[in-house]
């Protein structure tokens, strides 16, 4: 079956970017959304961004100046880049994936990776 | 931008017993709305989608309803492996996606 998983490093330092990557086994990336989504220690969900397969990106707007998200097709992953983080930007991180809506735009998350701890600190 | 509310914050409850959780838009999203449920340490799970569809492999005893602004999720006799936090999330307007706070259900 499909399967999601996330990597990276679980460290970075203040002001530097964080990077993730988040590989797409068992299935296509084609004809879904794929999203970030995090959660701070405690804390609930928080909507990253999304990228549909064609590349289109969404992002929250209480984020948007520091994220990006890019798909690659041929590897069959997509990948999040968060720069100049902060210990704010410390949190459990998730990627999944989203159904498409009658409106064209993403729905339910029904696939989901693991997560990846990442912490911001020197 | 549509916000999200969760009632009750958390509650303690018994197995066998039947929960209610409740979730408002601050806006009309028709049935716009999903549920999941995150047990510690894990991913959050897809539970219920368009406010009433039970997603693939999810007990029976899990439902959902409504629409427009007030939903609300029901677990029917509460088995040991429910008890977990639970989060609606809207659909609708996008961007944002917004979840709820989530609701802690613990045992009492």
């Known amino acids: 079956q499909v399967q999601l998983q996330e990597s990276g490093p679980g460290l970075v330092k203040p002001s530097e970017t964080l990077s993730l990557t988040c590989s797409v086994s068992?299935?296509?990336?084609?004809?879904?959304?794929w999203i970030w989504i995090r959660q701070p220690p405690g804390q609930g969900l928080e909507w990253i961004g999304y990228?549909?397969?064609?590349?289109?990106?969404n992002y929250n707007p209480s984020l948007k100046s520091r994220v990006s998200i890019s798909v690659d097709t041929s590897k069959n992953l997509f990948s999040l880049k968060v720069t100049s983080v902060t210990a704010a930007d410390t949190a459990v991180y998730y990627c999944?994936?989203?159904?498409?809506?009658?409106?064209?735009?993403?729905?339910?998350?029904?696939?989901w990776g693991q997560g990846t701890r990442v912490t911001v600190s020197s | 931008d549509i916000q999200m509310t969760q009632s009750p914050s958390s509650l303690s409850a018994s197995v066998g017993d039947r929960v209610t959780i409740t979730c408002r838009a601050s806006q009309n999203i028709g049935t716009s709305l999903n549920w999941y449920q995150q047990k510690s340490g894990k991913a959050p799970n897809l539970l219920i989608y368009a406010a009433s569809i039970l997603q693939s492999g999810v007990p029976s005893r899990f439902s959902g309803s409504g629409s427009g602004t007030d939903f609300t999720l029901i677990i029917n006799s509460l088995h040991p492996e429910d008890f977990a936090t639970y989060y609606c999330q809207q659909s609708y307007n996008s961007p944002p996606i917004s979840f709820g706070p989530g609701t802690r259900v613990d045992v009492k």
């Open positions: 990228s549909y397969f064609t590349g289109s990106t």
């Open positions: 999944a994936r989203a159904l498409v809506n009658a409106f064209g735009g993403p729905d339910a998350f029904d696939l």
């Open positions: 068992g299935g296509s990336i084609s004809d879904y959304y």
